[in-house]
């Protein structure tokens, strides 16, 4: 029986999800155990892979729980929510004059979970499916690409799906296997779903068009956020802030160091995310957590207690768009609605997924903002790595040009190129869909006889004052050419949202000069 597979490498926690099909030709995910050690040094089993790394003082590497425990003892020497920096280059941690970058972190925890896909099949796993924000642009998933090489992964078989469309091909496969007067969509229309994905380190939405019948298959992103670093590592840090302060009123001022009053921190921030999941789970008007933390300071035990109506003041900036933070949940689906020129009712159902989803002041806001109850994935922490697996099946029928099958993606933000000298020129609109290929012939001028750069950036306009430098390559020439000579550009990006571009300059029939952003070269002549 043939297997897929898919992973979920999210910035707090991976999963890992296999698939297979039915003899009644039914799509059966479910998420494995994946193996780690724990605070013990006890190698156990778990669905859930913190994405942590920790490095002991022999060099020995650990990722997952144990990593995830070590936050609070050796904090110097674990590297967490990495997944925020892959794709920014000469970003390092240094743990003993050993330098770790993004990619290197990325492709650990992958390797778990290769290793334990493989255990759980019996067989070796090259080809997969990698899930990554829909904000992401083509460096950060050229450089979750590389990671998932360096962890033993088929570069050529490795596909990305966005984690907005993984959770919604889960809910949409769960749907399905339901009886008709039993399933809450009727998908044989097309309908706008915004799918509202927050998890611990991201705020990921997306807008998509679904209709799918006895023969078509349509799943189509319309528009997606702008990157958004909001998840549940902000809420546990908004509830630290606030404990910190009480625990100095109650305690006094008993910090020597500020390195001791960060240890006290990490210890509350670890103590706060207990407290978040414990209130996403809780019913009843007013709740109370509270748990003694031994040896919290000098040898001093802490009564830790918050209830869900202080929690909810806490966070409350993260909730509403005039929040003081600078960031909060509206702010995504504000941006992704303008993007999508569409209105809040022009939204047929909104679907909630991501380990905050179960949170109820999130879905509050959320279906206060929209006016009507949200849908919730059933499988809130695990539906993106199962949705991975189902696209995994369906993009072997992509690759095979199945017509009746659609999942497209689309490009997060504009892109722009400029030279020197003049404003930047866009070449291809946020919302163009995947693949996507086009040429400009004799769209700039050589400004230099030797050579000339060229960027690319990326940005919601001209004058985004976010605007990224995603690459800036040098052509140089091996001829001197007449400055004033046209210069022909080709764009291209593929279902990955990998991003490629050509440049050439047609100073006579006997040269041509052409650089690329690809995977390792940035420059190369003919």
């Given at each position: ?73 050796e904090p110097e020497r674990v590297i967490y929510n990495s997944k ?170 008993l910090f020597d160091s500020e390195n001791e009053k960060r240890h ?263």
């Amino acid at each position: 029986m043939k297997r897929y597979v898919g992973i979920d490498l999210g910035t707090t926690n991976t999963v890992a999800s296999v698939l297979e099909i039915s003899q009644e030709g039914e799509l059966l995910p479910r998420v494995i155990d994946i193996g780690q050690f724990n605070e013990d040094y006890e190698y156990i089993y778990d669905k859930i892979l913190p994405s942590c790394l920790y490095v002991d003082k022999s060099g020995n590497q650990y990722v997952g729980r144990i990593a995830q425990s070590m936050k609070v003892k050796e904090p110097e020497r674990v590297i967490y929510n990495s997944k925020n920096y892959i794709g920014t280059s000469g970003y390092f941690w240094e743990i003993d004059r050993k330098l770790f970058s993004p990619e290197e972190v990325a492709a650990l925890i992958l390797k778990e979970a290769k290793q334990s896909l493989e255990r759980e099949i019996g067989e070796e796993v090259v080809n997969v499916v990698i899930t990554v924000p829909a904000s992401f642009n083509h460096d950060q998933i050229r450089a979750t690409k590389k990671a998932a090489k360096m962890a033993g992964f088929d570069e050529q078989n490795t596909y990305f799906i966005s984690e907005p469309t993984a959770a919604l091909l889960d809910f949409i496969n769960t749907e399905k296997k339901l009886p008709q007067n039993k399933r809450h969509l009727d998908f044989s229309r097309p309908r706008k779903m915004l799918v509202f994905d927050l998890g611990g380190g991201t705020c990921d939405v997306s807008i998509l068009e679904v209709q799918i019948t006895d023969k078509d298959f349509i799943v189509e992103e319309i528009a997606i956020s702008s990157h958004t670093l909001v998840g549940g590592i902000n809420f546990d840090l908004m509830g630290s802030i606030y404990l910190l302060e009480k625990c100095s009123k109650e305690m006094g001022d008993l910090f020597d160091s500020e390195n001791e009053k960060r240890h006290v921190y990490n210890r509350l921030v670890c103590e706060m995310e207990k407290a978040r999941k414990f209130f996403s789970i809780s019913v009843g008007e007013e709740v109370i957590y509270e748990n003694i933390v031994e040896n919290f300071i000098k040898g001093k035990p802490y009564k830790f207690k918050i209830s869900n109506k202080e929690y909810e003041e806490c966070i409350r900036p993260l909730l509403v768009k005039e929040g003081n933070m600078g960031y909060n949940v509206v702010d995504p689906i504000l941006d992704t609605l303008e993007k999508a020129g569409l209105m809040i009712q022009d939204i047929d159902d909104v679907l909630l997924t991501g380990g905050m989803s179960n949170y109820r002041p999130v879905r509050n806001v959320i279906e206060k903002l929209f006016m009507k109850k949200a849908l919730i994935s059933l499988h809130p922490m695990f539906s993106v790595a199962r949705g991975a697996a189902i696209y995994h099946y369906l993009s072997e029928k992509l690759n095979k040009g199945n017509n009746n099958i659609k999942i497209e993606p689309v490009l997060a933000s504009n892109i722009y190129i400029d030279i020197k000298n003049g404003l930047p020129f866009l070449i291809v609109s946020q919302g163009t869909k995947a693949p996507y290929e086009r040429e400009y012939d004799k769209i700039l001028r050589v400004t230099n006889a030797t050579g000339m750069r060229l960027d690319v950036f990326s940005g919601k306009n001209l004058w985004d004052p976010k605007m990224k430098r995603l690459k800036s390559v040098q052509l140089n020439f091996s001829k001197l050419i007449k400055p004033g000579t046209p210069i022909s550009l080709k764009i291209s990006f593929d279902r990955n949202r990998i991003l490629t571009l050509s440049a050439w300059v047609v100073a006579s029939t006997e040269q041509r000069v052409q650089v690329a952003i690809g995977e390792e070269s940035e420059n190369y002549e003919h």
